[in-house]
């Protein structure tokens, strides 16, 4: 079974300029996640998808960064404008389950995109 | 809100010895409980889960239990190889909603 696949897998930007990050989940994953590591502290979630709807993105910065799942299977998050604070890995996940199943799901991961804000 | 608190790091320790990462969480509902694990060089993947109090998620020769009254996850190992090297991670689903520690660093040593 293919894993989550992200691209690109590092990116260097000057600050204010934009970047975007692809995630493909596995086949058949009706949950998508984005989050933001931070060299040194766990993962933080963006936003969380089920299928092509929003359910929680209440710690995604909106002034900065936005996000979309194209007909509920690959997603983008986009940085416009970035600054030198985003500089983390970005991790796209995704888990099999909706609705309550997401309580014992196990979430599967990508390798991770390394923004460098400059 | 949520959170998760795990022991600090680095650890540690020499092969054969016990280890015990110790996970503190606090939560509004009744979380699921994980225990994640990334190697170097690659992706977060799970160790181990438990879903319900008094539960023990085990896989690898680590063991969890689900301690609600202290709400505590810690993670155990009876003998630690070099292999183990990595970095681990405590974290909680709660309403469908995910919150993560710090990750705690062991380094075994031959």
């Known amino acids: 079974e293919a894993g989550v696949a992200q691209s690109p897998r590092y990116k260097i930007i000057e600050k204010r300029q934009s970047v975007a990050f692809w995630c493909n989940p596995i086949s058949g994953h009706a949950t998508l996640y984005w989050y933001q590591q931070i060299l040194g502290q766990g993962p933080k979630l963006l936003i969380q998808?089920?299928?092509?709807?929003?359910?929680?993105d209440s710690q995604l910065p909106k002034d900065r960064f936005s996000a979309e799942r194209l007909k509920g299977v690959d997603s983008t998050l986009k940085i416009q404008p970035a600054k030198l604070e985003d500089s983390a890995v970005y991790l796209c996940?995704?888990?099999?389950?909706?609705?309550?199943?997401?309580?014992?799901?196990?979430?599967?991961f990508g390798p991770g995109t390394r923004l460098t804000v400059l | 809100g949520n959170s998760v608190t795990q022991m600090e790091g680095p650890v540690t320790l020499s092969e054969e010895a016990f280890l015990t990462i110790n996970c503190t969480y606090t939560a509004t509902g009744y979380p699921s409980l994980f225990w994640y694990v990334q190697y170097p060089g690659e992706g977060l993947q799970l160790l181990l889960k438990?879903?319900?109090?008094?539960d023990k998620g085990s896989n690898k020769g680590f063991e969890a239990t689900y301690r609600k009254e202290t709400t505590s996850f810690h993670l155990e190992k009876g003998s630690v190889q070099v292999s183990d090297s990595a970095v681990y991670f405590c974290?909680?689903?709660?309403?469908?909603?995910?919150?993560f520690g710090d990750g705690t660093t062991l380094t075994v040593k031959p």
């Open positions: 438990a879903t319900k109090a008094d």
């Open positions: 974290a909680l689903s709660d309403a469908g909603k995910s919150t």
């Open positions: 998808f089920q299928n092509n709807g929003v359910v929680d």
């Open positions: 996940a995704s888990s099999l389950g909706v609705g309550t199943a997401i309580r014992t799901d196990t979430q599967y």
